[in-house]
């Protein structure tokens, strides 16, 4: 079983469409949580962290729930350029301290 | 931007040769890492770094190998390129804030050994 667990899609939504992706985790000792975006080709950038109680920047939504291992992100209003692979990443601490990546959840937003 | 390079971009390279691919970051992070990553997959950590004179391998075994001799590179070296090889490899360094850790990548490196 992998660490981390995505649906990897890809989600086809039209233009002002609300997705959302969830991703799982198994390492309870798990002690941070973030979303990356991944465009073709190119490297992975932060999206945004994850907190406890849940977090907003602008039109995404990211909520964690630690009781069920379960990270969620959700994309109101999608844009064209919302289109890229998401990435759930967990921050695992003690011994050997490492992020550990998702495979990656596609979205593709259409006109 | 994070001030994380890459060198080289691209790079087609027979079988057999040596190739080092270059990483140098100049944020000051103690943490650095290299992934691979075949289009359309995931990333795989293969070798990473806590600091000058400390490596250690991942989780995706590699033929390659890396050193720490200064804290803003970070090369890797493939002694015999095999088209096995062939992939995206990535560079990372981190920092860690407030509790959080956050990761920047370089454009990567992109591989191809015929």
């Known amino acids: 079983r992998k660490e981390v667990e995505q649906d990897p899609g890809p989600f086809n939504v039209p233009e002002g469409a609300t997705v959302a992706f969830n991703c799982t985790y198994s390492n309870s000792a798990s002690q941070s949580f973030f979303w990356y975006r991944q465009d073709c080709r190119k490297e992975p950038k932060l999206l945004m962290s994850?907190?406890?109680s849940g977090n907003e920047d602008g039109r995404f939504t990211a909520q964690l729930n630690r009781a069920s291992q379960y990270i969620s992100l959700l994309i109101r209003d999608s844009k064209l350029s919302d289109s890229a692979t998401y990435l759930c990443?967990?921050?695992?601490?003690?011994?050997?301290?490492?992020?550990?990546f998702g495979a990656g959840t596609r979205l593709a937003v259409h006109p | 931007e994070a001030d994380i390079y890459q060198t080289p971009r691209y790079l087609v390279i027979g079988t057999g040769k040596k190739i080092t691919l270059e990483c140098s970051q100049t944020m000051g992070h103690d943490k650095m890492y290299w992934y691979q990553q075949d289009p359309g997959m995931e990333l795989h950590l293969i070798h990473y770094?806590?600091?000058?004179?400390?490596?250690e391998k991942g989780d995706l075994s590699s033929e390659s190998t890396v050193s720490r001799i200064r804290t803003e590179h970070f090369p890797l070296t493939l002694e015999s390129a095999r088209p096995s090889h062939t992939s995206q490899y990535l560079c990372?360094?981190?920092?860690?804030?407030?509790?959080?850790?956050?990761?920047?990548f370089g454009p990567g490196t992109r591989l191809t050994v015929t």
């Open positions: 770094s806590y600091g000058v004179n400390s490596t």
């Open positions: 994850v907190y406890s």
């Open positions: 990443v967990v921050y695992v601490s003690g011994g050997y301290n490492k992020l550990i």
């Open positions: 990372a360094s981190s920092e860690e804030r407030l509790g959080a850790i956050e990761q920047y």
